[in-house]
């Protein structure tokens, strides 16, 4: 749901830098923590492999308002495969975006760093929340509209700390702005919070094993 439409030039070359720089680190970290495990799980790859295209696919898919409003199944993609796989998963998403147009290249660690939040918190939360709410729907549809809530505020504050050159506004203004693409981005969060919701029910329902999340 949050990703920066910007072109390569909106941020200045060290802003760019910087949020590759920890987009990489994060990487290296969800490289270094599946290297440790004793066994790769062949079902979680193949699972990461249906996430990327699904993801890749739906990112496409843009209602124009705001500069394009899209769902992006990061939490969702959290919630089944885990933070690590799901921090690969969208770092091929976003190459794979960038390279036909959707967001520019040096946008990518910053969408990164926005994606990977919401991969993460809605897995957190899926599995803090499991003992005040059982029942997977609801906890899948807080999980994701948190790891929206989270990625909205992302964007905002790396558009805010980067500045965006050529832009004559100032940053209350920007800010303005930011808040007010936020607030649409929320009103379709919870679409996407109710269909992840279902998709996890249903999982949970049929094949409990093959969500992340569900594993002690």
């Known amino acids: 749901m ?3 439409h910007l072109e390569d030039g909106s941020f200045t070359l060290f802003w760019a830098c910087v949020w590759w720089a920890i987009a990489l680190i994060l990487i290296s970290a969800a490289l270094l923590w599946v290297r440790s495990g004793k066994k790769i799980d062949n079902r979680r790859i193949t699972l990461a492999a249906f996430c990327t295209a699904a993801a890749f696919a739906v990112f496409q898919v843009s209602i124009p308002i705001f500069g394009g409003i899209h769902l992006n199944l990061t939490p969702l993609i959290g919630i089944l495969i885990g933070p690590a796989f799901g921090s690969f998963v969208v770092l091929i998403t976003n190459i794979l975006s960038a390279a036909i147009g959707h967001g520019g290249w040096g946008m ?3 969408n990164l760093l926005v994606n990977i939040i919401e991969v993460i918190v809605a897995y957190v939360l899926f599995r803090v929340l499991k003992k005040i709410f ?3 729907f609801a906890r899948g549809g807080i999980a994701t509209l948190a790891g929206l809530f989270c990625g909205n ?3 905002i504050a790396i558009i805010i700390i980067s500045g965006v050159q050529g832009f004559t506004q ?3 203004q920007i800010l303005g702005g930011l808040v007010l693409i936020a607030g649409v981005n929320m009103g379709f969060a919870f679409i996407e919070a109710g269909i992840s919701a279902m998709i996890i029910s249903y999982i949970i329902r049929v094949r ?3 969500l992340e999340s569900e594993r002690s």
Do not use: F, R
Request: aromatic fraction near 0%; avoid cysteine; glycine fraction near 12%.
């Open 2 to 4: 949050a990703h920066i």
């Open 108 to 110: 990518i660690g910053a």
């Open 134 to 136: 059982p029942g997977p």
């Open 153 to 155: 505020l992302a964007m």
């Open 170 to 172: 100032t940053p209350s």
């Open 208 to 210: 409990p094993d093959m």
